[in-house]
């Protein structure tokens, strides 16, 4: 096995409910580095309740582990300073700050924030290696809020790359992009996925045609199938319950 162990995210029999309503029901599955995991399910299969569970956002019963490490029942902050980090639907970037500032402050300089604020000379090695990573090198010192939709969806991923994350929780990440954009966030992912744990929470079936290394399907809080694009694609069971929906094969 190439994996490292180490950064494996290992979730078993994960269980979440609100109110008696049993939101993620008994979810077990393993992703490692090198994968990149896409999570997809209908509306309300339970996913990002999953991601939330994992990120200390939610409650739940079970086993998160990842590096060996026990997540569930660490709050927050704790759970970050392992290495996880997520993005959400909508992009959490300061609009008003440079693409270099957005980073800085994720990087978590010790700079004051005065000098933060000031335009520099030197560059963290860290801080550069995103702006590269992500392609947005160009745009390092146009304040956030003048960037397009796809670029501060970017900016996000690196401002988790420039904490050392090394398990990304992405959900939906393409929504709202152009065909272009789709595409060059697909590459960056896969660059990112390429020594990081990455799982992707997608409803674009085209996307997730293009780019999933494996699939999980989850449906009702409960993992339904699991495997390639093909595999998942040939199985019966995520035909029909994507009948009427987008249609998946
Ligand atoms: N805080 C909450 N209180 C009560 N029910 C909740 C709460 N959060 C989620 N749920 C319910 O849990 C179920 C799973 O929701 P979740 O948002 O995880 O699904 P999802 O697969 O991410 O769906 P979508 O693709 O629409 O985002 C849904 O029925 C939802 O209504």
Redesign the pocket.
């Known amino acids: 096995m190439t994996e490292q162990p180490l950064n494996d995210l290992v979730i078993d029999d994960v269980r979440v409910t ?2 008696g ?1 049993v ?1 993620v029901d008994g979810v077990s599955l393993r992703v490692g580095p090198g994968d990149l995991r896409f999570l997809i ?10 991601v939330d569970a994992i990120t200390g956002l939610t409650p739940a019963t079970g086993s998160v582990r990842f590096g060996g490490r026990e997540l569930l029942g660490r709050p927050v902050h704790r759970i970050v300073r392992l290495g996880i980090g997520r993005t959400f639907q909508t992009a959490t970037v300061f609009e008003n700050l440079t693409v270099l500032q957005n980073l800085d402050i994720a990087a978590g300089t010790t700079r004051r924030p005065h000098t933060l604020l000031r335009r520099r000379r030197t560059v963290p090695d860290e801080v550069q290696r995103a702006l590269e990573t992500t392609g947005l090198t160009g745009q390092r010192d146009r304040a956030a809020g003048t960037l397009a939709h796809g670029q501060k969806q970017w900016l996000e991923i690196g401002m988790l790359l420039v904490q050392n994350v090394q398990l990304l929780l992405l959900d939906e990440p393409v929504a709202g992009m152009s065909h272009e954009e789709r595409e060059q966030t697909g590459q960056l992912l896969q660059r990112v996925g390429e020594d990081r744990t990455v799982v992707v ?1 997608e ?1 674009d079936m085209d996307f997730m045609r293009a780019f999933a290394a494996s699939v999980t399907v ?1 449906h009702a ?1 409960r993992v339904l199938s699991e495997g390639t694009v093909a595999e998942v694609r040939a199985d019966p069971r995520v035909q029909e319950v994507y009948l009427g929906e987008t249609a998946v094969a």
């Open positions: 609100f109110d309503f939101a399910g209908p509306n309300g299969a339970g996913k990002t309740t999953l929470i409803h989850l809080g």
